[in-house]
C-alpha cells in the first residue's frame, strides 16, 4: 500500500526555520517526482515547490525561492523542505505528494499530475 506521510510541523516565530520530512513507502520504485503543497484557511492548494525522479531538479513558488529547499535522499524514500526565514503568511498545512509517472528532468506545481498525497502537516508561523 503507497503511503506518504509528513511530518516536522509546528508552531514557530517569524524568521525561524523548520524542517519537513515526507516519508514514502509501498512503491514499487524510488523514482517518482514529489511535490510539497500548502493550503492555508480559506484559500487554494498551492505548489510551493517539486523535484523531478531522477536529476533532482528542482522548482519554487516565487514566494518562497531563496527561502526553501528540496531535496531527496532515495535511499531513506524521503524527501525534505527545508524552510528558512518564515513569515506568517507561510503559515499553513502543508502537503507532499508524488508523480509516479513524473520525469527525471522537470517537475509540476500543478496538483493534477499527482497520484498520491499526504494527510499534511501544520505549519504555524507566529510571534
Known amino acids: 500500500q503507497v503511503q506518504l506521510v509528513e511530518s516536522g510541523g509546528g508552531l514557530v516565530q517569524p524568521g525561524g526555520s523548520l524542517r519537513l520530512s515526507c516519508a514514502a513507502s509501498?512503491?514499487?520504485?524510488?523514482?517518482?517526482?514529489i511535490g510539497w503543497f500548502r493550503q492555508a484557511p480559506g484559500k487554494e492548494r498551492e505548489g510551493v515547490s517539486c523535484?523531478?525522479?531522477?536529476?533532482?531538479?528542482?522548482d519554487y513558488a516565487d514566494s518562497v525561492k531563496g527561502r526553501f529547499s528540496i531535496s531527496r535522499d532515495n535511499a531513506k524514500g524521503t524527501v525534505y523542505l527545508q524552510m528558512n526565514s518564515l513569515r506568517p503568511e507561510d503559515t499553513a498545512v502543508y502537503y507532499c505528494?508524488?508523480?509516479?509517472?513524473?520525469?527525471?528532468?522537470?517537475?509540476?506545481?500543478?496538483?493534477?499530475?499527482?497520484?498520491?498525497w499526504g494527510q499534511g502537516t501544520q505549519v504555524t508561523v507566529s510571534s
Open positions: 509501498g512503491f514499487t520504485s524510488v523514482y517518482y517526482v
Open positions: 523535484i523531478s525522479s531522477r536529476r533532482g531538479v528542482t
Open positions: 505528494a508524488a508523480d509516479v509517472h513524473g520525469s527525471a528532468y522537470g517537475c509540476s506545481r500543478n496538483t493534477r499530475p499527482y497520484d498520491y
